[in-house]
T-cell receptor, first 115, second 112 residues
Framework: GAVVSQHPSWVICKSGTSVKIECRSL??????MFWYRQFPKQSLMLMAT?????????EQGVEKDKFLINHASLTLSTLTVTSAHPEDSSFYIC???????????FGNGTRLTVT | AQSVTQLGSHVSVSEGALVLLRCNYS??????LFWYVQYPNQGLQLLLK??????LVKGINGFEAEFKKSETSFHLTKPSAHMSDAAEYFC??????????FGKGTRLSVIA
């Protein structure tokens, strides 16, 4: 079945550096990808919707300049956390679908720890 | 480790009928359980969640779910379906400090 791969699965970085997280659809073309943030013991928060070839749509309260999203191809979307701070430490999860009425597939998540 | 099984990839009900979407989970630690809904071209929306305490959880739009540890289930129900409930529903489990693990989803159709 369809698989969404996230990389890396976990990353530790120093405060002030940038981190890039990749989300790939392995056997389908993902016209839309979603990026979520999950805080410990809490639910997901939708950060942005990424459509191939166009700018991402960010949810209210999400800093566009801090969380850069690029959906350059139908199989790859990237989330870059710029100038990371300890409060950015979280799980980041992506999901993707290959069409309006097709199933949604989730990545395994990326655990970001900023020291 | 956690896993989720949603029984039935597609459920169809008549308007006004009971909605029952099934979710079974496995978890090596006390689970945190969630139900999400997704409408076409939108992101996930949280319907309800169970963390601790009361096992019957009420959510938005008239949905509720009951955590049954003995059955490792967290089924989602609504007494009376409405046309606007047609969407895709996802059950998810977390160990608290672990990423959410999602089921494959159940598409709910509501027939007038």
């Amino acid at each position: 079945g369809a698989v969404v791969s996230q990389h890396p699965s976990w990353v530790i970085c120093k405060s002030g550096t940038s981190v890039k997280i990749e989300c790939r659809s392995l056997d389908f073309q993902a016209t839309t990808m979603f990026w979520y943030r999950q805080f410990p013991k809490q639910s997901l928060m939708l950060m942005a919707t990424s459509n191939e070839g166009s700018k991402a749509t960010y949810e209210q309260g999400v800093e566009k300049d801090k969380f850069l999203i690029n959906h350059a191809s139908l199989t790859l979307s990237t989330l870059t956390v710029t100038s990371a701070h300890p409060e950015d430490s979280s799980f980041y999860i992506c999901s993707a679908r290959d069409g309006r009425n097709s199933p949604l597939h989730f990545g395994n998540g990326t655990r970001l720890t900023v020291t | 480790a956690q896993s989720v099984t949603q029984l039935g990839s597609h459920v169809s009900v008549s308007e006004g009928a009971l909605v029952l979407l099934r979710c079974n989970y496995s978890s090596s630690v006390p689970p945190y359980l969630f139900w999400y809904v997704q409408y076409p071209n939108q992101g996930l929306q949280l319907l309800l969640k169970y963390t601790t305490g009361a096992t019957l959880v009420k959510g938005i739009n008239g949905f509720e779910a009951e955590f049954k540890k003995s059955e490792t289930s967290f089924h989602l129900t609504k007494p009376s379906a409405h046309m606007s409930d047609a969407a895709e529903y996802f059950c998810a489990v977390s160990g608290g400090n672990t990423p959410l693990v999602f089921g494959k989803g159940t598409r709910l159709s509501v027939i007038a």
